[in-house]
Nanobody, 126 residues
């Protein structure tokens, strides 16, 4: 079992920045590909970004490319999501997820992930 705990959400204004963090426990962190997803009210969960086990490969949804950056610190069992130039349409619950099978990549598909955090709310006002 892998436990994931997100933090860093909050209420900000458009154009502001936020940094989300997700701490993992229960498994060697460097054996996990990690992803961030988000879900707005009335919408399906959507892919935001993913990072491979080593951190050498990263993937972004077109909607966040150039504004969001995913990174990981394997020594601290933590993955971060730096969100800049936030927009009202970024408002959602953000979930951290862990994939135990992908070795050199990260997946865009929720079904690829084995463990999920409880989510953290990000609200961007206009």
């Amino acid at each position: 079992q892998v436990q994931l705990v997100e933090s860093g959400g909050g209420l900000v204004q458009a154009g502001d920045s936020l940094r989300l963090s997700c701490v993992a426990s229960g498994r060697t962190f460097s054996s996990l590909a990690m992803g961030w997803f988000r879900q707005a009210p009335g919408k399906e969960r959507e892919f935001v970004t993913a990072i491979s086990r080593s951190g050498g490969n990263t993937y972004y949804a077109n909607s966040v490319k150039g504004r969001f950056t995913i990174s990981r610190d394997n020594a601290k069992n933590t993955v971060h999501l730096q969100m800049n130039s936030l927009k009202p349409e970024d408002t959602a619950v953000y979930y951290c997820a862990a994939d135990i099978r992908s070795v050199y990549s990260g997946s865009r598909y929720p079904s690829s992930y084995d463990f999920w955090g409880q989510g953290t709310q990000v609200t961007v006002s206009s």
